[in-house]
Each structure stands twice: as structure tokens, then as C-alpha cells.
């Protein structure tokens, strides 16, 4: 059979969700891996990176098992769950790599005032986000330290390009996963009744 018959889209798509069960499980031990080494102390952010983890390894699963059964119902839903993912992943991604100075700066300042800022102050050797100057810090340096908003910035800065990048490399992947899956539903399977239904 020639690449793009029922074999190649059902090996493809097998390949892919395969993919994307690899993927989530490394974004689970990741979690994991930071929370028992102490390199993440907010148990949002992990409980976060775990539920993304969790209902990537679904989604996958699904698409996984929709390929090998070539389930119409399964692949159906596949489909569609997969491209609202693909929006939802394209529109965070574009925003993460569209943010200038200004609009990072002020995000930067609306999660500081909602955020217990001990943690980022010992991280970061700062106090305050616009000045040090009569903060209550609890580092040893509150006499001598700089602001933390120049040290956040030029961090978030690097990780919101790193975030934007990926994102948009793997909605690129969703979209090509939603076509093969549209594609392989409406193929008939060779060593099918000839006379059967898709």
C-alpha cells in the first residue's frame, strides 16, 4: 500500500498518540520529580502540570485505541477534543510570544501582589518588587538588596519565548493529528466486508 492508505494513516496516528502518551507522562515525572526535590514549592503548579499531564495521557489513550479499533465514535471525539486543544494550546502560545515589556511587567506585578513573595525574595537574593526600601523582608540582605522586578523580568522574559516555542511546535503536531484522524475515519479497511460500513 502506498503512504496516505488505511495501514499508513492507522500506523501514523498510532505513532503520534504514542507521542503524546510519552509526553505526558514525562510532564507527570517532571512534577513529580521537582515537588520531591524541593525545586518547586507551589503545589498549584504541580497539581496543575499533574492534571495537564493526566488528561493528555486520556486524550491519548483514546486516540490510541480509536486507531487500533478503528472505532468511529472514539476517533470522533478524538477529533474534536484534540482541535479545541489545538486552539486553546495556538491562542496561549501566540499570547506568550506576543507579550511586550509593558504587559509582562504588569502580569509580573498582579502575580507578585496575590503571591506569598518569601520564596522568590530568598530565591532571587531581593526584596520588594519596585523597591527594597522599607520592606519587610526576611533574607538576610534587607538592608542591601535590589528590587526583584529587573531579576523576574529578564526570567520570565526567557520563559514565556520557551513556553510560546513549545506550545506552538505541539499545536502544530495537534493539527496534523486532527487531520490524520479525519483523514483515517473515512477510510475503509481493506481486510473489512467489502460490503460493511466504513
Known sequence: MVCGGFTCSKNSLCALNLLYIMVSLLLIGIAAWGIGFGLISSFRVVGVAVAVGIFLFLIALVGLIGAIKHH???????????????????SVSCACLALNKDQQHHLLEVGWNHTSSADIERTFNCCGFHTSQNQSCEDACAQSCKPCAPLIEEHAGEVLRFVGGIGFFFSFTEILGVWLTYRYRNQKDPRANPSAFL
Open 72 to 90: 468511529q465514535v472514539l476517533l470522533f471525539f478524538y477529533m474534536i477534543i484534540l482541535f479545541l486543544v489545538f486552539i486553546v494550546q495556538f
